[in-house]
């Protein structure tokens, strides 16, 4: 088994940083613009929630390779925006970024916000996209990212809805899972679909010390490819794992079938598959 990294976590997310440290984040890492670009459309529902002002300090949880981190930086100039993650190839990437757009606002730690000794009151806006649904213990994170927010400072959230209401996901298990049930862990496993249950987010965030919780459903094209055989690779590289124990004639008819379904939601902006979100609005107690 492979080292960890020298970073603390919680003993329940340690194979999410073997994951998010090993090859799956470093996937991630090497096609950022094509995450980034994939949920782009939430981009402006996300930060007119976030309501980010001048002098705001702003945690962002989960940054992956920090394109909100660096967002909330450019909303903020006379504040500042720190970005966390457990994905040291990604935080590499942010960091460049950063630098490239001389942004010198931001700045970036390898860390596990379950468990971060994050400084009480240091922040006044939590925001995660779409990086919130992988904690081992989801209330004692909130409690502590809760913590590091000053009274009644504003948490946003965007986080799936059920694999049922995304596209997305139905197309590429149907393609390359044919005939299996659809790959969800059961609720309360971390996964990404882990927060899907607005009575569960709600009930997460009240026993973490939130209130004022309001989840609202949206809905956006999200985005895999500038066309057919680039979305077909991206989607391969991204969930190749669920042709695991099928043979090569099997393997074949998935690709080929994923390729089809790529072909179907060909857009004039690339291929698209639909999505659902809950965007999610809370406040620490004063």
Do not use: K
């Not at 096609?31 to 930060?47: G, I, K, M, S």
């Not at 249950?197 to 965030?205: G, N």
Request: net charge negative.
């Amino acid at each position: 088994m492979a080292d960890l990294p020298a970073v603390a976590v919680h003993p329940g997310n340690r194979d999410q940083l073997r994951a998010w440290d090993g090859d799956g984040g470093a996937y991630w890492a090497a096609r950022a613009e094509y995450f980034e670009r994939a949920v782009a459309r939430y981009t402006a529902p996300f930060f007119a929630a976030a309501g980010i002002g001048h002098h705001d300090r702003v945690l962002d949880v989960g940054c992956g390779s920090g394109g909100t981190t660096r967002e909330a930086a450019r909303r903020a100039p006379a504040g500042a925006a720190v970005g966390v993650d457990l994905s040291s190839a990604m935080l590499e990437v942010a960091r460049r970024a950063a630098e490239r757009e001389g942004l010198g606002n931001v700045r970036f730690v390898q860390a596990d916000a379950q468990v971060h000794p994050f400084p009480a009151g240091s922040f006044d806006v939590a925001v995660s996209r779409t990086g919130a649904m992988f904690f081992a213990d989801p209330v004692a994170a909130f409690t502590n990212i809760g913590r590091a927010l000053v009274g009644g400072g504003r948490l946003v959230l965007l986080v799936w809805q059920t694999p049922a209401a995304n596209e997305w996901f139905r197309e590429i298990a149907g393609s390359l899972a044919p005939g299996r049930p659809l790959p969800t862990p059961p609720p309360g496993v971390p996964s990404p679909f882990s927060l899907a249950d607005p009575d569960r987010v709600r009930t997460i965030l009240g026993t973490a010390g939130f209130g004022e919780i309001d989840v609202t459903g949206v809905a956006e094209p999200e985005w895999f490819g500038r066309d057919v055989d680039d979305a077909v690779s991206f989607i391969h590289g991204l969930a190749g794992w669920m042709l695991e124990g099928q043979d090569d004639d099997a393997r074949a008819r998935a690709l080929a079938d994923l390729r089809r379904s790529a072909e179907r939601h060909l857009t004039e902006d690339g291929v698209e598959f639909g999505s659902a979100a809950w965007l999610v609005t809370a406040r620490r107690a004063a």
